[in-house]
T-cell receptor, first 115, second 112 residues
């Protein structure tokens, strides 16, 4: 069964460093998302992406964050200068299209630890 | 702004019991509601998707209901097993965007 994959599973970085989290969405899906979950808190929406541009972003997704689809399979989230409060589990998700009726499928997550 | 609440926050039941998890949302203008399972330190596994026009969905021992007008959904788990132990999250899609708004989850433990 097709699934969303994410790499790495765990990333440790120093404050101020840049990190890139990678995702491979399900192959025939067109709409991609990033969510994050700070330990003990709710899963929060960061950004949605369709047709090589951002569809919607949350207040969390400030200028330190960017997303890219560098090729036909990968979808990346870059954090330019990490802060301690960026430590969280980051989830990538995909859906067939941008219809609000479509099911979203999540990857296993990348645990980001900022020291 | 949509708010999603799940009650109870934690639940412990003996194996074999049937149980109900509750989810409520403040804005009834939703497109769909998804129930997820999350194991400790792991990703989100989609269990059931209910469209706004549907009243319920079933998958195996799981049954989810939706009452959009009252802003409520329930997840019924029949004949619970220790392997059902996990955190269960509900999330809704509403408004003009397709983003999910999540609840805080119910941590379920099924004991032998």
């Amino acid at each position: 069964e097709p699934e969303v994959t994410q790499t790495p599973s765990h990333q440790v970085t120093q404050m101020g460093q840049e990190v890139i989290l990678r995702c491979v969405p399900i192959s025939n899906h067109l709409y991609f998302y990033w969510y994050r979950q700070i330990l003990g808190q709710k899963v929060e929406f960061l950004v949605s992406f369709y047709n090589n541009e951002i569809s919607e972003k949350s207040e969390i997704f400030d200028d330190q964050f960017s997303v890219e689809r560098p090729d036909g399979s990968n979808f990346t989230l870059k954090i330019r200068s990490t802060k301690l409060e960026d430590s969280a589990m980051y989830f990538c998700a995909s859906s067939k299209d941008g219809s609000s009726y479509n099911e979203q499928f999540f990857g296993p997550g990348t645990r980001l630890t900022v020291l | 702004k949509q708010e999603v609440t799940q009650i109870p926050a934690a639940l412990s039941v003996p194996e074999g019991e049937n149980l109900v998890l509750n989810c409520s949302f403040t804005d009834s203008a939703i497109y769909n509601l998804q129930w997820f399972r999350q194991d400790p330190g792991k990703g989100l596994t989609s269990l059931l998707l209910i469209q706004s026009s549907q009243r319920e969905q079933t998958s195996g021992r799981l049954n989810a209901s939706l009452d959009k007008s009252s802003g409520r959904s329930t997840l019924y788990i029949a004949a619970s097993q220790p392997g059902d132990s996990a955190t269960y999250l509900c999330a809704v899609v509403g408004g003009t965007a397709s983003k999910l708004t999540f609840g805080t989850g119910t941590r379920l433990q099924v004991t032998l």
